[in-house]
Nanobody
Framework: QVQLQESGPGLVKPSQTLSLTCTVS??????????WNWIRQPPGKGLEWMGA???????YYSPSLKSRTSISRDTSKNQFTLQLSSVTPEDTAVYYC??????????????????WGKGTLVTVSS
């Protein structure tokens, strides 16, 4: 059973870069044909798909966040990371890492994932 766990700071100051890591166990992030996603949910709002890095190592981003988002991976640690630059209080959200076989990821949808982390709350505040 694949398990995902998010980690990173719970508080980030405005204009700084938010960095989160997702550690995967029970499976490899290079396994065909999984996509490894970042999804967030602001307080009182719905889920938002942010981007993904599939087994191939390519990256895909939400058009609305592309200019501020970077997703990378460390295959030796079986981890993938999210960096979101120039954050504002509107970036306050629960951030999730999740995995699917591409059916949702390729359509930039936050639903229908096969595996989810528990999520981590990141607050943007001075």
């Amino acid at each position: 059973q694949v398990q995902l766990q998010e980690s990173g700071p719970g508080l980030v100051k405005p204009s700084q870069t938010l960095s989160l890591t997702c550690t995967v166990s029970g499976g490899s992030i290079t396994t065909n044909y999984y996509y490894w996603n970042w999804i967030r949910q602001p307080p009182g709002k719905g889920l938002e798909w942010m981007g993904a890095i599939p087994y191939s190592g390519n990256t895909y981003y939400s058009p609305s966040l592309k200019s501020r988002t970077s997703i990378s991976r460390d295959t030796s640690k079986n981890q993938f990371t999210l960096q979101l630059s120039s954050v504002t209080p509107e970036d306050t959200a629960v951030y999730y890492c999740a995995a699917d076989l591409g059916g949702s990821s390729r359509r930039c949808l936050p639903y229908g994932m096969d595996y989810w982390g528990k999520g981590t709350l990141v607050t943007v505040s001075s």
